[in-house]
């Protein structure tokens, strides 16, 4: 086990850096540059400063070489400074991570305890009405664009019926709130962009979770326990739920990446303060350090997610042994 946590860590040095790369280049491959973003045709900018700003922030150099000058600040955890305001970029990451980590966290923790019961309630009531109209969800879930899905909802539920925030985390107001009421405005700013960004994966895991138990259930070990005598709430505990839950937590694992990368869009939609929004804004500025930033640190928790996920594998069946893994 040990042995098998070392050589994950250790691949994700060069993925790390690999992806970075890719990044990198295609951001340069973008039409346009910093300074003719952040001065446009201003006719009191000369060229001589533009050329300035781009040799003070070595844009004026090669792709390659830019890649390798940001690698070593990399290396030392200096992502540089922000082309449009110059304030340090791991300043500005840290400044916005908390927001998104409250809301990724949130959406895996909604869609892992809300979609599992839905799975087993209806492996086990199967083509009951539950099973059906839970099929229905599925399917809704997988053909509605999220990004529509929370268009609908802000329209809804705050222009049309009042009942929650349109946008933002945390008002000008809260500071005037006590605890309690802290609380509760952040829980009605957090509602929408949760349930945007969590009924996509909500859909996928509930049918996961509905096929794996429903495919487990056909074992001859689950048969023979139920011959033995056993009561059938701790054949569905005991000999189906752990062997069922191996490919869950394998897609469970696989939906932080696509809730890293949603939550751009969710972000922006909700004016969320998180890496997102912030990733998406310094998108449209050109601003080049902060874009990097932001998507190495959704890297890193990407892998660290992916990472995550498959440790979880020997708390669910200690038969797994990854040391006999090459």
């Known amino acids: 086990m040990k042995t098998y946590v070392v050589k994950r860590l250790l691949l994700m040095v060069p993925m790390l850096f690999g992806i970075s790369l890719v990044m990198f280049l295609i951001m340069h491959l973008a039409p346009g540059d910093p300074a003719s973003i952040r001065y446009g045709l201003?006719?009191?900018?000369?060229?001589t400063a533009r050329e300035a700003f781009s040799e003070m922030y070595g844009?004026?150099?090669?792709?390659?070489e830019q890649y390798f000058m940001w690698l070593r600040r990399f290396v030392t955890m200096d992502f540089?400074?922000?082309?449009?305001?110059?304030?340090?970029?791991?300043?500005?990451?840290?400044?916005?991570?908390?927001?998104?980590?409250?809301?990724?966290?949130?959406?895996?923790?909604?869609?892992?305890?809300?979609?599992?019961?839905i799975g087993i309630i209806s492996a086990i009531k199967r083509d009951s009405l539950f099973?059906?109209?839970?099929?229905?969800?599925?399917?809704?879930?997988?053909?509605?664009?999220?990004?529509?899905?929370?268009?609908l909802l802000v329209f809804f539920f705050s222009f049309k019926l009042g009942w929650l925030p349109v946008s933002g985390m945390r008002p000008w107001y809260a500071q005037y709130l006590d605890t309690g009421g802290q609380v509760l405005d952040l829980l009605r700013h957090l509602a929408l962009p949760l349930i945007a960004t969590s009924f996509g994966g909500l859909a996928a895991l509930s049918r996961y979770a509905r096929s794996s138990m429903v495919e487990v259930m056909k074992e001859n070990y689950v048969l023979t326990a139920r011959a033995k005598g056993l009561s059938e709430k701790r054949v569905m505990l005991v000999h189906v739920l752990g062997n069922a839950l191996l490919p869950v937590v394998t897609i469970l694992g696989l939906t932080l990446p696509v809730l890293i990368s949603g939550s751009f869009i969710f972000e922006t939609i909700f004016a969320w303060p998180g890496m997102g929004r912030l990733g998406y804004e310094a998108i449209m500025h050109y601003d080049y350090p902060v874009v990097m930033g932001v998507g190495v640190i959704a890297t890193l928790l990407t892998l660290l997610g992916i990472f995550l996920s498959d440790i979880a594998y020997v708390m669910i069946d200690?038969?797994?042994?990854?040391?006999?893994?090459?």
Do not use: C
Request: glycine share 2%; hydrophobic share 50%.
């Open 131 to 151: 099973d059906k109209a839970s099929t229905v969800f599925v399917f809704i879930g997988y053909a509605m664009p999220t990004f529509w899905l929370a268009i």
């Open 42 to 47: 201003n006719p009191e900018v000369s060229d």
């Open 318 to 326: 200690p038969r797994i042994r990854f040391e006999s893994r090459k």
């Open 59 to 64: 844009l004026d150099r090669p792709v390659l």
């Open 80 to 117: 540089g400074r922000s082309l449009v305001d110059d304030r340090p970029v791991i300043a500005k990451v840290m400044a916005h991570l908390p927001a998104t980590l409250l809301l990724q966290i949130s959406s895996i923790l909604v869609i892992f305890f809300v979609a599992l019961p």
